[in-house]
């Protein structure tokens, strides 16, 4: 019998990849040259989160491709993607969503000519601390109450390195104080970029659980 919480989980990731393919569809496409630098931004943005929802899906599911398959049919640039994040994975050069982001958000930004602003091993760190917003919705979305839902996600996210106690309860406030659930993509780009803009030095990246 299938465990009802990782069902749950397992359709959250799904609901966040396709909240990321939809944005990725919005965006202006990285093969135009836009016209504007934050345009331009706004779809290597896009790239990064479907990268790193495809990776946390094929990683969290036991590199399931069948899960992922249904939402990448419609999208070329998805496929792309996809495709990398097999081939990555499976040759053991990612060790964690976060650095699949950061290796698109820079290769994208090269291409587009705009500037990240922190370095990749940063961003790939920023990237990282997302998983706490995404198991802290995951919570709050099973009526968890917030100080035990801190607990469990400290449990869970066992490195103070790349996971500190003062970022978990950051996001506790941001998840568990409006009246209603946070969108969790917007959640989770504001974990993020907020990390990313404050230009602090960066631990060790991705590390293993």
């Known amino acids: 019998m299938s465990d009802p919480s ?16 939809g944005a990725l569809a919005a965006a202006p496409s990285h093969a135009q ?26 990683m969290m599911s036991g590199r399931n491709k069948e899960l992922i398959e249904p939402h990448i049919k419609d999208s070329e640039l998805g496929r792309a993607i996809a495709d990398q994040v097999y081939r990555r994975v499976d040759a053991g050069q990612v060790r964690h969503p976060g650095e699949m982001a950061a290796d698109v958000l820079f290769k994208c930004a090269a291409e587009q000519k705009v500037t990240v ?11 990282t601390r997302t998983d706490v917003a995404f198991f802290l919705h995951l919570e709050r979305s099973e009526q968890v109450p917030r100080q035990q ?12 390195e790349l996971y500190p ?3 978990v309860n950051q996001v506790a406030e941001a998840v568990y104080a409006p009246t209603e659930l946070p969108d969790l993509q917007q959640l989770t780009r504001a974990v993020a970029w907020t990390c990313i803009n404050q230009k602090a030095p960066a631990a060790p990246a991705a590390a293993s659980r």
């Open 6 to 21: 990782h069902n749950r989980a397992r359709a959250r990731r799904l609901a966040a990849l396709a909240g990321a393919l």
């Open 33 to 58: 040259p836009s016209p504007a630098s934050r345009t331009a931004f706004q779809a290597c943005d896009a790239q990064a989160f479907v990268a790193m929802n495809i990776t946390r899906n094929y």
């Open 117 to 127: 602003g922190a370095s990749r091993q940063r961003v790939a760190l920023c990237f």
């Open 149 to 160: 839902a801190v607990s469990k996600v400290l449990a869970r996210l066992t490195s103070r």
């Open 165 to 167: 106690v003062a970022l």
